[in-house]
């Protein structure tokens, strides 16, 4: 199709695939306004009330404005952008935009909102519902489109209007719009559904582990387990100073744990995956210390304290002087029996000054730990690796087939946009 472009003259448009008949290609700029300004404000009172709407008030999941502020137009009036009721509002600027903040302005106080100035406003001229280019802009393929048009340096990267102006946009009747915008909201009202329904069988799968410890522990007066400190079973001690410099790591062979390789997993009962490898060099010059295989781990300094991530190391390694380490003394406790144990303790409890979290040595040791024979730590040990194992396979499944879930939200629109809406996607299967 034939269309005046921005400068007046006629342009052949052609797309990038065949539309159904009735249908045609437009850039976006000739049926909608692109930043309307805010002249066509300047005469109403600096007493209004509006909705201000900073970037954080842009829920990039849902594409919707959901934490809006009242203000007086006096204090908005410059160094804001201006939209009102009905526009659609498009994050410009890295990461924002490639994470989705894009919602169409609905509810706004006086009809009127005033915004970050990151934001690109969209308003129809008549020709193409707000809803049709909000859905077509939350498309994954057009955002990604949109960072080939990066403008500015690296973390301050913006979309240029031009890109919004020339974007390629299918266009059916205003009648079929209406009626592609219902079907989609309809599949998207049943995805939404999915997802909760998957996000409690999530929390369903999480809560079996400490739903079976709970189950174990909780009865050791009633079988008569004996009652000892940590200390008493376990060798408990801290690690040293990571070495300064890169040279202490080039070519390492040594596993070298950290904090935040603890954080990585949350919880593990084989922690063997390092940043940090340290070489010969290291070890001859710091007297660094080394657990043993079996160790457990976990934060002893800092807010990591209050993430309760736990590990047993799968390997020999050095570690991190923010790390407290449990070493089970032989034949008195199996590691991953303490390990158990240790994942149904909040360490908040044993924070002496939580504006300042640290655990002292002299805390853990005294942590009280039941201790059944060696034989029932091993039964015990054995059942809670099944649970441990099905929980984890639960949670994969339901992450696996939430990601499937999103995809198919990305499917709908592409059929929606050529033309294919008609096609039923087989939701049942989820």
């Avoid at 387990?225 to 408990?236: P, Y």
Wanted: glycine share 6%.
């Amino acid at each position: 199709m034939k269309q005046q472009n921005l400068e007046g003259a006629t342009e052949e448009i052609r797309g990038p695939y065949e539309l159904p008949n009735g249908w045609e290609w437009v850039r976006l700029g000739n049926v909608s306004q692109i930043n309307p300004s805010k002249k066509e404000i300047a005469d109403i009172s600096d007493d209004l009330e509006v909705s201000l709407v900073p970037m954080n008030a842009v829920d990039e999941e849902k594409g919707e404005i959901v934490n809006s502020e009242i203000r007086e137009v006096r204090k908005v009036r410059k160094g804001y952008t201006y939209f009102k009721e009905g526009d659609v509002i498009f994050a410009k600027i890295t990461p924002c935009m490639e994470n989705g903040k894009c919602a169409i302005a609905k509810n706004l106080i006086n009809k009127l909102g005033f915004g970050s100035t990151e934001f690109h406003v969209i308003r129809s001229i008549g020709f193409i519902l707000p809803e049709w280019v909000w859905h077509y802009l939350r498309q994954k393929q057009i955002r990604e489109e949109a960072t080939k048009y990066f403008t500015g340096s690296v973390g301050q990267q913006r979309v240029p209007e031009e890109f919004l102006e020339r974007l390629l946009v299918p266009l059916p009747p205003l009648e079929e719009q209406k009626r592609i915008v219902a079907r989609i909201e309809q599949l998207f009202s049943k995805i939404d559904e999915v997802k909760k329904l998957r996000k409690e069988a999530l929390e369903e799968a999480k809560a079996l582990l400490p739903s079976a410890l709970h189950q174990v522990f909780s009865k050791a007066d009633e079988k008569g387990w004996k009652w000892v400190r940590l200390g008493e079973v376990c060798n408990v001690f801290s690690g040293s100073s990571a070495p300064q410099g890169n040279k202490y790591f080039e070519g390492g062979n040594y596993p070298f744990v950290r904090v935040q390789d603890l954080g990585k997993f949350g919880r593990t009962d084989n922690l063997v995956d390092t940043a940090d490898k340290i070489n010969d060099l290291a070890v001859k010059k710091f007297r660094l210390v080394k657990a043993q295989k079996g160790t457990i781990v976990f934060p002893k300094s800092g807010a990591a304290i209050l993430t309760n991530n736990r590990g047993i190391l799968g390997m020999d390694a050095f570690i991190v002087s923010h790390l407290a380490a449990v070493q089970p003394l032989n034949n008195l406790v199996i590691s991953k029996f303490v390990y158990y144990w240790l994942c149904q303790i909040d360490m908040l409890n044993y924070i002496e000054n939580p504006g300042y979290p640290s655990l002292k040595l002299s805390k853990i040791k005294n942590i009280q730990i039941p201790l059944p024979p060696l034989e029932e730590q091993k039964r015990i040990v054995a059942y809670l690796e099944k649970i441990q194992e099905k929980a984890l396979a639960l949670q994969k499944l339901q992450e696996e087939t939430g990601e499937e879930v999103e995809k198919l939200r990305e499917a709908i629109l592409h059929k929606a946009f050529t033309g294919g809406y008609n096609a039923r996607p087989n939701l049942e299967k989820y």
